[in-house]
Each structure stands twice: as C-alpha cells, then as structure tokens.
C-alpha cells in the first residue's frame, strides 16, 4: 500500500473519530445518559474517557495524515513510531486472543459485546502496521 494511501484513510479516520466525538458531547450536552447503543449502555461517567480516548486518537491520525514528512530523519520520531506500533501491536493480539477464547470484558458496569473486540483487531492493526510503516520507510532512488 502507497504511503498516500495511509495517509488518506488516516484523514477519513480523523473525521469518523471527530464525528464520534462530536456525538458523545452532543450526546452529553442534550441529557441523553444513559443511552443503549446496540446492547451497550452508557453512561455520563463515559463521557471523560471517551473524549479523552477520541482526542488522542484524532491527534494521532492527524499526524499520520497532514503532518508527517517521509522520510522521517528523526531518530526520536522513529523511536516514538516504533513504540506507539508497538503498543497498537499489543492491543490488537489481546483483543484477537479474547476473540479466540471468547473471553469476558467488563469495563465498570458495561460487558463489552465479543464483536467488539473485531474493531479492537482491525483498527489498532491498521495503526500498528501504519506505524511501523513510517518509521521504516527509506527514500525511493
């Protein structure tokens, strides 16, 4: 895959987070909590680490999309992309073994649905493989 194209899912991924982000305050602000969303109940206690969960992960994707210069010469930024795959590589087995056990994943009074764990897979995969990407990345002769 072209790192253009990285780049471009990165940018749809920051309006999908940011439109994410936008419901749950919209969500909050309008009194709606608790709210069940597909066999999932939320309640205000959510709204902190959402948003908190939602802005790093825009912040993220924004580098990845708009700010990153390929190839990076930085050995602190390649470093820095190194660890962070390495931690969306540890979420993503974890979330993959719950799957195979088919384990039980409670988050305070919420049981997190096993079909979850599949976003819990394909999305911290994609930013680990992202990752790893551009910190590896060696100019084209």
């Given at each position: 895959?072209?790192?253009?194209?990285?780049?471009?899912?990165?940018?749809?991924?920051?309006?999908?987070v940011a439109a994410d982000l936008i419901s749950v305050l919209w969500f909050s602000g309008a009194g709606f909590f608790?709210?069940?969303?597909?066999?999932?109940?939320?309640?205000?206690?959510?709204?902190?680490?959402?948003v908190l969960f939602d802005s790093a992960l825009i912040l993220l994707l924004?580098?990845?999309g708009w700010s990153m210069k390929l190839p990076i010469e930085?050995?602190?930024?390649?470093k820095l992309l190194l660890i962070?795959?390495?931690?969306?590589?540890?979420?993503?087995?974890?979330?993959?073994?719950?799957l195979a056990f088919a384990l039980d994943l409670n988050l305070?009074?919420?049981a997190v649905p096993l079909?979850?764990?599949?976003?819990?897979?394909?999305?911290?995969?994609?930013l680990s493989y992202c990752?790893?990407?551009?910190?590896?990345?060696?100019?084209?002769k």
């Amino acid at each position: 895959m072209h790192r253009h194209s990285l780049r471009e899912i990165a940018k749809i991924g920051v309006g999908l987070v940011a439109a994410d982000l936008i419901s749950v305050l919209w969500f909050s602000g309008a009194g709606f909590f608790p709210v069940t969303i597909l066999n999932i109940t939320w309640t205000s206690a959510a709204v902190v680490p959402i948003v908190l969960f939602d802005s790093a992960l825009i912040l993220l994707l924004a580098h990845y999309g708009w700010s990153m210069k390929l190839p990076i010469e930085s050995p602190s930024e390649k470093k820095l992309l190194l660890i962070i795959g390495t931690v969306f590589f540890i979420v993503a087995l974890v979330h993959l073994v719950r799957l195979a056990f088919a384990l039980d994943l409670n988050l305070g009074d919420v049981a997190v649905p096993l079909w979850m764990s599949w976003l819990g897979v394909i999305i911290p995969a994609y930013l680990s493989y992202c990752s790893f990407h551009f910190a590896g990345h060696r100019p084209r002769k």
